[in-house]
T-cell receptor
């Protein structure tokens, strides 16, 4: 789906290091989401934001942090407190409530 | 907690056979959405069902929403190799929090 840009496509993290995954959207959508996907598993919600300068924890927020300073941007930081960060991270955006999600192409994070 | 359960986890079918995946919620849903993720790709929206008992079709795909709005199914008639991927259902649990099922991985043998 166009309009959601995630970077980088692949990212490697050293032990004890914080890394930030970028997510930018040009769809003018209010709500943005971060999901984590492990091999062969579903999508688990990390954080979501319904409006600028506001965000809520999802089901697996521990070890992660986010910010929503601009409507277009919702970066995710994987902190050193996240002991098992290897996964595929998906960012998504949607309009006002209960509308379809547009996903970015994802970032594969691996630990060195 | 509130959950969206999906079965089966895997399904291998011969090309031309039918395929069905089922989704169940622990609570009544205002709507349910279905997504498809091709291998190596990202989820792509297929459809949203809103009304109790609703049935929608997209070519060989038939989507149903249960009368109690707590379950849903996706049925593919005469599968093709292009149907390969993981199919997810998702429902809003708690405002704008969209919760996904674990997905059903479909493999098609030609």
């Amino acid at each position: 789906d166009g309009g959601i840009t995630q970077s980088p496509k692949y990212l490697f993290r050293k032990e004890g290091q914080n890394v930030t995954l970028s997510c930018e959207q040009n769809l003018n959508h209010d709500a943005m989401y971060w999901y984590r996907q492990d091999p062969g598993q579903g999508l688990r919600l990390i954080y979501y934001s319904q409006i600028v300068n506001d965000f809520q924890k999802g089901d697996i927020a521990e070890g992660y942090s986010v910010s929503r300073e601009k409507k277009e941007s919702f970066p995710l930081t994987v902190t050193s407190a996240q002991k098992n960060p290897t996964a595929f991270y998906l960012c998504a955006a949607t309009g006002t409530g209960n509308e379809k999600l547009f996903f970015g192409s994802g970032t594969q994070l691996s630990v060195l | 907690g509130q959950q969206v359960m999906q079965i089966p986890q895997y399904q291998h079918v011969q090309e031309g056979e039918d395929f069905t995946t089922y989704c169940n919620s622990s609570t009544t849903l205002s709507n349910i959405q279905w997504y498809k993720q091709r291998p190596g790709g990202h989820p792509v929206f297929l459809i949203q069902l809103v009304k109790s008992g609703e049935v929608k079709k997209q070519k060989r795909l038939t989507f149903q929403f249960g009368e109690a709005k707590k379950n849903s199914s996706l049925h593919i008639t005469a599968t093709q190799t292009t149907d390969v991927g993981t199919y997810f259902c998702a429902g809003p649990l708690g405002g704008n929090k969209l919760v996904f099922g674990a997905g059903t991985i479909l493999r098609v043998k030609s």
